[in-house]
């Protein structure tokens, strides 16, 4: 009997090792955000204020707004590599709207968001109805958008007026309007995939969009819509940077934001396959790579040093990403086997011997 118990003792502890190296594995980016947040903090004294805090996340609102929308579709496992001359194409049309056509800011916005949901949804076309390669199409779009961006326009356009300045650089109860705007777009994809139908759905294609097909989801609608809520939000990203500059340049406004935007879905644990990812995560990578950015730049490092920084970033959420496809299931496994022997024992050591 007391073998017995010092087995299952044994069991049992090898069972919370497993459960630990599960939530080790699940909250390796929150660890990561933590000991980079440490870090800088001990090397910088400028650097935990409140006021560098509110620079470094507004600096990367845009990208925020992108990342929380396209988190849906690589869910759903598409991808969007055309993001960053979206954002140039709809915030060129927007500073043109103002510029050129005098248009009220508010259809400047509109009109730049609409853009951006425009060329979503030829993308959705192509990719969710005709069934074409998401990454071959949104590849020849990133090209085709920045070239449209200089045919229309290839010079700077600035001077938006005081609406887009306050959209920009203006707060709303002492808190940044960016910031504003960028956590209700986070909070619109959490609730979206969370609590409505659709939201089940988008992990279901993701898993298995030929299983999904057969079982009679809207799988065609569904990656349109996806790649519709993306393009907007690319567009909006082009009114908030617009907004921001006070102006658009049509060869950098966007440049590499795609890269930016797949960065922190991927470091924030979303499989590019699809069919697995967490909004709470990639919010959280969201922080770490504008924390890194920021940080760097605190510390003076040069510019080609943090784009080696970046590109590690990246190499961070591949590992990430194989770590969550091939590691934590076979944890999960383990600790389901592990606790099934465990129940056995216990039952043994129930049953009377004879």
Not at 194 to 213: C, D, E, H, L
Not at 276 to 298: E, H, K, P, Y
Request: hydrophobic content about 55%; aromatic content about 8%; some cysteine.
């Amino acid at each position: 009997m007391n073998q017995a118990y010092e087995l299952r003792q044994g069991r049992i502890s090898f069972s919370k090792l497993l459960s630990s190296g599960n939530l080790v594995v699940n909250n390796i980016l929150f660890l990561a955000l933590f000991v980079l947040i440490g870090y800088f903090a001990l090397a910088s004294s400028h650097f935990l204020s409140v006021s560098n805090f509110t620079v470094l996340l507004t600096n990367y609102a845009a990208i925020g707004v992108v990342a929380a929308a396209m988190t849906l579709l690589m869910i759903a496992g598409h991808v969007d590599l055309s993001v960053g001359s979206n954002i140039a194409f709809s915030g060129m049309m927007t500073a043109l709207a103002v510029i050129n056509f005098g248009a009220p800011p508010s259809v400047a916005i509109v009109i730049g968001i609409l853009s951006g949901a425009f060329i979503g949804g030829i993308i959705g076309v192509a990719c969710g109805i005709l069934k074409l390669s998401p990454i071959i199409v949104t590849l020849g779009m990133l090209s085709l958008l920045r070239g449209a961006t200089l045919l229309v326009n290839p010079t700077e356009v600035y001077g938006l007026g005081d609406t887009f300045f306050y959209i920009g650089n203006g707060a709303f109860l002492g808190i940044p309007v960016l910031l504003w705007i960028v956590a209700l777009a986070f909070l619109a994809s959490a609730l979206f995939i969370s609590t409505t139908v659709w939201g089940r759905y988008i992990y279901a294609v993701g898993i298995n969009p030929q299983a999904a097909f057969l079982a009679g989801l809207p799988v065609g609608r569904l990656l349109l819509s996806l790649h519709v809520i993306t393009g907007a939000a690319a567009g909006l990203a082009g009114v908030l940077l617009a907004a921001r500059l006070d102006g658009v340049s049509p060869g950098a406004l966007g440049m590499q934001m795609e890269l930016q935007a797949l960065t922190i879905i991927l470091l924030g644990g979303v499989a590019f396959a699809g069919g697995r990812g967490r909004i709470l995560s990639v919010m959280a990578a969201w922080v770490f790579l504008a924390v890194l950015d920021n940080g760097l730049t605190l510390l003076n490092v040069p510019p080609f040093v943090q784009l080696v920084a970046s590109g590690m970033a990246l190499v961070f959420a591949a590992s990430i990403d194989a770590i969550g496809t091939y590691v934590a299931p076979k944890l999960a496994q383990r600790r389901q086997v592990a606790e099934q022997i465990e129940q056995r024992r216990l039952r043994e050591a129930k049953t009377p011997e004879a």
